[in-house]
């Protein structure tokens, strides 16, 4: 069985690597806060999880509503796959092998799993694949800056999907457009309390980013390493189970970590499925920084250091001491953006720089 669904899971992602990416090159965009114009879909709906309720039907009101969104992207997935293997075989595959996997993760992600696929009348299979992608491939751009008054800004943009089929007629990414109808913001609650907050896709039970009010914020990157995330999820196929997979580290941090030096303890301490970077403020002066992980240990950690000139930390998914992918350069035209806004940091500027269209995806 392991065999197997590793082999289904390279050809899925494989599918991720062949796509066509369209050249870029603009300048720092102005006047982009508020959000308008004839892309703007209007506020992200916000949800409650009650962290109180059973792990299988935590997540029914959320799904409930956005159901055809949900089974619309699963169905761009699969066109997706099908325009490489055309007998539709590889989905097959997915609905056979993936749902074996489900029992292996953790509680109660497991369940949490199973509660979307019975809600939305998804085969288990394919929101186990929507769950565990980002472990392989994703890319994403996070900065965390403090303003020349002492106040911490932190930013990231939602980059799943990105370089999963061009669409040349829209100029656009299928995936990713077909992911826009499903974010949402969750307030997660204990006790009828806030736990903590996340901007997410609806269906996916694991954390990209989030914010303990008051306490600390947190974003996660993928980084691009040979000892990646195949090699980790394969070793938890074949039965090793000692890492924890990203995004539900990434959770786990923002339920249960009660400071900003707990939570970059946990980050850099525990032994990781796939290499990440996780970028971590707070709520003080001079908290915000990087941490470049390896799957088992820490590799380097950038803080924001006011007395070195450093008032932001922005990574893309490439190590900051190291130069980025040529064709992939979104650290470049973001930190020209950062640098001509200088410390004057606002919601404002700080969406400018977001939009700018080698960030903005």
């Not at 995330?229 to 539900?248: A, N, P, Q, T, V």
């Not at 400071?259 to 499925?273: N, P, V």
Request: net charge negative; charged share 20%.
């Amino acid at each position: 069985m392991g065999h197997c669904v590793f082999l289904v899971l390279v050809a899925l992602f494989s599918v991720t690597s062949a796509q066509f990416i369209p050249p870029y090159t603009e300048d720092c965009r102005t006047e982009m806060y508020p959000p308008n114009g004839p892309t703007f879909r209007g506020a992200v709906s916000w949800y409650t999880v009650d962290l109180d309720s059973p792990p299988s039907k935590r997540w029914t009101p959320l799904i409930t509503d956005k159901k055809a969104d949900l089974i619309n992207m699963i169905q761009a997935i699969k066109d997706l796959a099908d325009a490489f293997v055309p007998s539709g075989r590889l989905i097959e595959l997915v609905d056979i092998t993936l749902p074996l996997m489900v029992d292996t993760l953790p509680s109660p992600f497991n369940d949490e799993i199973k509660g979307i696929a019975t809600a939305s009348g998804i085969p288990l299979g394919e929101v186990v694949l929507f769950n565990i992608f980002y472990e392989v491939f994703t890319v994403c751009t996070s900065v965390v800056a403090e303003d020349d008054k002492g106040n911490l800004f932190h930013g990231r943009n939602l980059d799943f999907g990105l370089f999963m089929g061009w669409d040349i007629k829209n100029k656009s990414w299928i995936i990713s457009d077909k992911l826009k109808p499903l974010v949402v913001n969750l307030d997660f609650k204990r006790n009828n309390q806030t736990v903590f907050k996340s901007t997410n896709f609806a269906g996916y039970v694991g954390m990209l980013t989030g914010i303990k009010p008051h306490t600390f914020t947190l974003t996660m990157n993928e980084r691009f390493s040979l000892d990646g995330g195949y090699i980790g999820i394969l070793e938890w196929i074949l039965g090793k189970r000692d890492g924890m997979w990203m995004s539900f580290l990434t959770r786990s941090v923002l339920e249960n970590a009660n400071s900003y030096e707990e939570a970059k303890t946990r980050l850099a301490q525990t032994k990781l499925l796939a290499p990440a970077y996780f970028i971590l403020g707070g709520n003080q002066t001079g908290q915000g920084c990087i941490i470049t992980r390896s799957r088992l240990l820490s590799i380097d950690l950038l803080e924001i250091d006011l007395k070195l000139g450093r008032w932001y930390v922005l990574e893309t998914n490439y190590d900051h001491w190291e130069e980025p992918l040529f064709l992939d350069d979104r650290r470049t035209p973001a930190m020209k953006c950062m640098n001509q806004t200088t410390q004057k940091v606002s919601t404002q500027n700080r969406t400018n720089f977001s939009s700018v269209q080698e960030v903005r995806n």
